[in-house]
C-alpha cells in the first residue's frame, strides 16, 4: 500500500495520523496530488454529512486594532484604508442577522476589532446577543478577542454558543507575525471558552509566507484547541501592511492544505473563511468534495465575499445541502 492509502485506512478504521506522517504527506504531495485529493474525499464522504455548515458575520467593530498582526487591515500599526467605527448600533444588528436568518444562514456572528471586547461595549454587544437569543431562528457566535473567563461567560449567558479565536499559523510562524500577543495567549482564552460549554471555532490564514510544513505545522497545533469548525482563510494582500506584497498560492497549494487539513482533522467542519474569491469556480468545487463542508457566506469583514445565492447554487452542485 502507498502511504496515502495506509493512513486513509487508518483514519476510516477510527484511527489518526502522528505528526511525522502528515509532514510525510505534505512531502509527498506534489508527487500524488490525485491520489491525496481523493484520499480526502474518501474521509470526508465517510465521517462528514452531505450538508454544507453556512455562517455569517458582521463587523461589528471596525478599526483602531492596538495588535500588529501583518496581515490586517484594522491593525493602527499600519496606514490601510479600512473604515473605521465603534460597535454597531443594535437596529443594524437585528437587520444583519434578520436578513441572514431569513436566508437559511445557520449562524450569525458579530466580530470586533481589537485586543478584546470589555466594559460597556461587551455588555452592550451581550444585550444584542440576548435579543437575539429570545428572537430565535439563527445559532449565535462570537468573535471578540483574547477575553478572559468571566467576559465569555457574559457572551453565555446572552445565548452565544460557539466562540471564534483563529490561532492564525504554526506555531514557529507566528511570532514573525504578531509580537502583540501569542498563540499561548489565544489558546488561554480558547481552553476557557470550551470549559464554560462553547464549541470553538478556530482556524487561520494560508499564503503569508509559510512553507507547506508550515501549513500542516497550524493543522497539527489546531488538535489542541479541539474545534468543531476550522476556518481556513486565503490570504488577501491589503495594502498598506507589510504582507501587501505576497505572492497568491496557486490552486494546487491551496488543494494540497485542504486535503491534508483533512488528513489532520477528518471530522471536522473544514470552513471556507476570508480569500475564496481568488479561486475559480470550478476550483472550489473542487475543493469541497475534497474537504471543505463549511463557509462564511454572503460579504466578509474587510474584503467582498459572495452572495449568498451564488453560495447556495455551489453548493448544489458540489453535492451538497445548504
Excluded at 495520523?17 to 509527498?28: H, K, N, Q, V
Excluded at 431562528?137 to 478572559?148: H, K, P, R, V
Excluded at 474569491?277 to 463549511?294: D, V
Amino acid at each position: 500500500m502507498t502511504l496515502i492509502d495506509t493512513l486513509k485506512e487508518r483514519i476510516l478504521a477510527g484511527g489518526e495520523i502522528t505528526p511525522d506522517e502528515a509532514y510525510d504527506l505534505c512531502d509527498a504531495a506534489p508527487s500524488c496530488r490525485e491520489a491525496l485529493y481523493a484520499a480526502a474525499a474518501e474521509i470526508t464522504a465517510s465521517f462528514c454529512p452531505p450538508v454544507f455548515d453556512s455562517c455569517s458575520i458582521v463587523n461589528a467593530r471596525s478599526g483602531k486594532c492596538p495588535e500588529n498582526c501583518k496581515w490586517c487591515a484594522q491593525s493602527a500599526h499600519f496606514k490601510t484604508k479600512v473604515e473605521v467605527y465603534p460597535l454597531i448600533s443594535r437596529e443594524e444588528c437585528m437587520r444583519h442577522a434578520s436578513h441572514n436568518a431569513s436566508q437559511g444562514i445557520r449562524r450569525f456572528s458579530l466580530v470586533t476589532s481589537g485586543r478584546k471586547m470589555s466594559g460597556l461595549e461587551l455588555d452592550r454587544a451581550c444585550s444584542y446577543y440576548d435579543e437575539l437569543n429570545r428572537k430565535g431562528g439563527i445559532g449565535l457566535c462570537a468573535s471578540m478577542g483574547l477575553l478572559d473567563r468571566d467576559e465569555l461567560q457574559k457572551l453565555w449567558d446572552a445565548g452565544v454558543r460557539r466562540y471564534h479565536c483563529n490561532l492564525e499559523a504554526a506555531p514557529d510562524f507566528f511570532a514573525g507575525l504578531c509580537t502583540t500577543h501569542t498563540i499561548e495567549d489565544k489558546i488561554r482564552t480558547i481552553d476557557a471558552a470550551r470549559e464554560i460549554g462553547f464549541e470553538v471555532c478556530s482556524g487561520g490564514i494560508i499564503g503569508m509566507g509559510e512553507t507547506p510544513r508550515q501549513r500542516v505545522g497550524l493543522a497539527l497545533a489546531l488538535r489542541r484547541v479541539e474545534p468543531h469548525s476550522i476556518p481556513i482563510n486565503i490570504l488577501c494582500p491589503i495594502e498598506g501592511t507589510p504582507l501587501e506584497g505576497s505572492a497568491p498560492l496557486t490552486d494546487e497549494e491551496v488543494l494540497d492544505a485542504i486535503a491534508l487539513f483533512r488528513f489532520v482533522h477528518p471530522r471536522t467542519t473544514l470552513r471556507f473563511a476570508g480569500g475564496r474569491a481568488s479561486l475559480g469556480r470550478e476550483t472550489q468545487l473542487r475543493a469541497m468534495r475534497i474537504g471543505m463542508n463549511g463557509g462564511v457566506v454572503g460579504d466578509l469583514l474587510t474584503t467582498i465575499g459572495s452572495t449568498v445565492a451564488d453560495d447556495k447554487t455551489l453548493v448544489s452542485d458540489a453535492g451538497m445541502q445548504f
